[in-house]
Nanobody
Framework: QVQLVESGGGLVQAGGSLILSCAAS????????MGWYRQAPGKQRELVAR???????TYGDSMKGRFTISKDSGRNTVYLQMNSLQPEDTAVYYC?????????WGQGTQVTVSS
């Protein structure tokens, strides 16, 4: 079994910053991709950022230039540095990892940005 545990969400004022982290534990042999998605009330889940085992990154359009994804492969952990947060960034943020062609999700962490 694989478990993803997220941390770092919370309440922040507009213009502020937060760092999310997600650590995987269990039977992990190799992680193909690590990423973050988010889902706001009444909206579909959307890609925030994704990083491959080789370090290539992909960002959602509204996150480019503000968010940075990084990883510590030795710790099976992925991070999301979020800067210049805006109220529209308010959502539940979910960690996702593709491990041996199986997608795993974290439980989600709430990020709330006040205006």
């Amino acid at each position: 079994q694989v478990q993803l545990v997220e941390s770092g969400g919370g309440l922040v004022q507009a213009g502020g910053s937060l760092i999310l982290s997600c650590a995987a534990s269990g039977r992990i042999f190799s992680i193909n991709t690590m990423g973050w998605y988010r889902q706001a009330p009444g909206k579909q889940r959307e890609l925030v950022a994704r990083i491959t085992s080789g370090g290539s990154t992909t960002y959602g359009d509204s996150m480019k230039g503000r968010f940075t994804i990084s990883k510590d492969s030795g710790r099976n952990t992925v991070y999301l540095q979020m800067n210049s947060l805006q109220p529209e960034d308010t959502a539940v943020y979910y960690c996702n990892m593709n491990i041996r062609a199986i997608g795993y999700w974290g439980q989600g962490t709430q990020v709330t940005v006040s205006s």
